[in-house]
């Protein structure tokens, strides 16, 4: 399974973006989709996750803010972001969960997009 996101860019604080993901290649079936994002010199954060049932959750900085949503049929995954503030730049990176055809539960993760929060 490949990832790739795409949509990030410099914005001002108070502004929005969309970010998107495309999962390709030998799918059987994609369960949970999410992003994570790496600030400068901080650790991985889990941001937003959508299951395949459509149960989102978001991490508590971003809750209210972001907006996680699927395209089941196209296996795409989207981060609509608004009310930006400098704390949310960081590399956005797109994640996947393939459930094989025997159950088993393979994480993948794509290449990052750049977003930068900065007057």
């Known amino acids: 399974v490949q990832l790739q996101a795409f949509g990030g860019g410099l914005v001002q604080p108070g502004g929005f973006l969309r970010l998107s993901c495309a999962a390709s290649?030998?799918?059987?079936?994609?369960?949970?989709m999410g992003w994570l994002r790496q600030a400068p010199e901080k650790e991985r954060e889990l941001v937003a996750v959508?299951?395949?049932?459509?149960?989102?959750n978001y991490s508590d900085s971003v809750r209210g803010r972001f907006t996680i949503s699927r395209d089941y049929a196209r296996n795409m995954v989207y981060l609509q972001m608004n009310s930006l503030t400098p704390e949310d730049t960081a590399v956005y990176y797109c994640?996947?969960?393939?459930?094989?055809?025997?159950?088993?539960?393979?994480?993948?993760w794509g290449q990052g997009t750049l977003v930068t929060v900065s007057s």
């Open positions: 994640s996947a969960v393939e459930q094989g055809r025997d159950g088993t539960l393979t994480p993948y």
């Open positions: 290649g030998s799918i059987f079936k994609i369960s949970v």
């Open positions: 959508i299951s395949e049932a459509g149960s989102e």
